[in-house]
């Protein structure tokens, strides 16, 4: 059964850095586009970045551009999300998509 576990989340003042990690079991997805998605209190879930099967071609949201950087390591079936700048209006609950498959999701939470 396919599983998409994150982690990292957590409580960061304003300015300061997270890395998320989502480790993916059950299937290889090498193959495939990983991406992150973000949902923020009382918003809808918003694409955040994603990154292309080889890790060549990567893209983010206008709101994360310059501050956010998307990898993968296809060896360990893993995407990370390596997010600095943080501000308030990051605060959600970040989840992990590959194709259909969705992640439970991990707090980010970041204090003025």
């Known amino acids: 059964q396919e599983q998409l576990v994150e982690s990292g989340g957590g409580l960061v003042q304003a300015g300061g850095s997270l890395r998320l990690s989502c480790t993916a079991s059950?299937?290889?997805?090498?193959?495939?586009?990983m991406a992150w998605f973000r949902q923020g209190p009382g918003k809808e879930r918003a694409f955040v970045a994603a990154i292309s099967w080889s890790g060549s071609n990567a893209n983010y949201a206008d709101s994360v551009k310059g501050r956010f950087t998307i990898s993968r390591d296809n060896a360990k079936n893993a995407v990370y999300l390596q997010m600095n700048s943080l501000k308030p209006e990051d605060t959600a609950v970040y989840y992990c998509n590959v194709y259909t498959y969705w992640g439970q999701g991990t707090q980010v939470t970041v204090s003025s």
């Open positions: 059950g299937s290889t997805f090498s193959t495939y586009t």
